[in-house]
């Protein structure tokens, strides 16, 4: 799996791109693989723990493939790559890059916490009320239920029609009483979920259009900073 930073190798070059695939880099400076026998050598630089602000000594060189070509040597590759990074900049506009999407995706998650606890603190309340006025219903059926039940055990035998016909209204009657208590509820708890998603596509739409004007104008600049070879 590519990982920041990315790079490719040639005998004389070395290339970054506009993301961090090896591909793209390939396909974005016209780099070919060889016919037969290995040309290229894909690499990363990562720094300690996703500090791009460390020194570069604290950088990990790897390489990113099995087969190396014939020209490869494993120390100067390295330096060659390490050299590359530092005159390119790259580094320093990761940096930023994460140093700026850092507070935007705080002040995404801090303004979520309360949207989702306001929506928890709402249904909260509604689910009790909805329970609360359920129990003594639930209760109520099980109460005349019981006496019914264990008067058709005795006389099972010769009153199993007459239970039938004297629990269906019963049933009727329960399914009738529920079914207005269990739409009122799902009423009230589509309500408030439909003015949940509102508000937080809103939330959402913000900062996917903050996010997107901060990654454009890192693309911007990175394009600029890989546009050719080092």
């Known amino acids: 799996m590519c990982q920041a930073i990315s790079g490719v190798l040639t005998k004389d070059c070395v290339f970054f791109g506009i993301t961090d695939s090896h591909e793209d880099i390939i396909k974005q400076h016209r780099l070919h693989e060889g016919a037969g026998r290995v040309n290229i050598l894909r690499f990363e630089i990562t720094p300690p723990k996703g500090d791009f ?17 014939k020209w490869h040597d494993e120390d100067y590759d390295e330096l060659r790559a390490s050299a590359a990074l530092v005159n390119s900049g790259l580094a320093p506009l990761y940096a930023d890059y994460r140093a700026r999407l850092a507070p935007l995706a705080a002040d995404y998650k801090a303004r979520l916490a309360p949207l989702d606890a306001d929506y928890e603190a709402k249904r909260a309340p509604l689910d009790a009320d909805y329970e609360a006025r359920l129990a003594p219903l639930d209760a109520d059926y099980e109460a005349r239920l019981a006496p019914l ?24 009657d329960y399914e009738a009483r529920l079914a207005p208590l269990a739409a009122d509820y799902k009423a009230k708890r589509a309500s408030l979920y439909a ?30 900073i890989t546009a050719g070879p080092y």
């Not at 602000?53 to 070509?69: G, I, K, N």
């Open 195 to 224: 003015d949940y998603r509102a508000r937080l596509a809103s939330l959402v739409a913000d900062y996917e259009a903050r996010l997107a004007s901060l990654y454009a104008d890192y693309k911007v600049r990175r394009a600029k």
């Open 149 to 172: 039940a264990a008067d058709y055990k005795a006389k099972r035998a010769s009153l199993y029609a007459d239970y039938r016909a004297r629990l269906a209204p019963l049933d009727a």
């Open 53 to 69: 602000s460390a020194p570069l000594e604290q950088w990990t060189y790897r390489r990113d493939q099995d087969v190396f070509p």
